[in-house]
């Protein structure tokens, strides 16, 4: 699968912070950058729950909330950090045996529902902040229609080659436990991995909504 723009876009809201002169606001930034305010919001947000920044509020002038700057968290290292081979590392530790798979959705199912349980929603409905979830992970869903997600991008498409049952197994494993954790009527029936070139295909069950 493609990479898609929103990692290119989030890389640059990162180089950006680190090169600004102490902490920097979501305003300063979109100007540097020609980009919409809520598009460097919505990157910083994910930066900053992957511990690539951190959030600091200005000292209020008066009424209002005070405004939110950021800076390069302590420590974060500007280095490559290799992923895609801990990945790997962790599906081989799991093997691709049908109990693998089975503890490979494990995992991914805990992940999310954790995930969902300490993460207050954003979205109107749970079906809504899946797709917030899916976007911030990297794998730019699209709705084809009620029952079906559509995911463009795969963050793990090195290791699929590999690994691609067990890498399937957790990203099925996490959007069912995250629908759980929000109490949605709706269930991943199925993942269907490259159901056309480049595409993977999440099936809905009944109560998705339209």
């Known amino acids: 699968m493609k990479s898609h723009p929103s990692t290119g876009r989030r890389e640059r809201v990162l180089q950006a912070v680190r090169a600004a002169e102490g902490a920097v606001g979501a305003d300063e930034l979109a100007a540097d950058l020609s980009v919409h305010p809520n598009t460097v919001r919505f990157h910083l947000a994910a930066l900053e729950r992957s511990g690539d920044v951190e959030r600091r509020d200005a000292q209020s002038m008066g009424r ?7 800076r390069p968290s302590a420590g974060a290292h500007e280095g490559e950090r290799h992923y895609e081979m801990l990945a790997g590392v962790l599906a081989t530790g799991l ?3 049908e109990q693998g798979r089975t503890r490979a959705t494990e995992a991914g199912y805990a992940w999310g529902l954790t995930h969902a349980r300490s993460a207050a929603p954003r979205e109107r409905d749970a079906v809504g902040e899946l797709f917030r979830l899916l976007g911030e992970l990297g794998f730019a869903p699209r709705r084809a229609d009620a029952g079906t997600v559509e995911l463009l991008n795969c963050p793990f498409r090195q290791t699929v080659a590999e690994h691609g049952e067990l890498i399937c197994a957790v990203h099925a494993g996490l959007m069912r436990g995250a629908l759980a954790g929000w109490g949605a009527e709706a269930e991943v029936t199925s993942l269907e991995p490259f159901a056309t070139p480049g595409l993977c295909r ?7 909504g339209a």
């Open 95 to 97: 093997g691709h045996t």
């Open 64 to 70: 209002g909330r005070p405004r939110a700057l950021y």
């Open 202 to 208: 999440a099936r809905l069950s009944e109560g998705a």
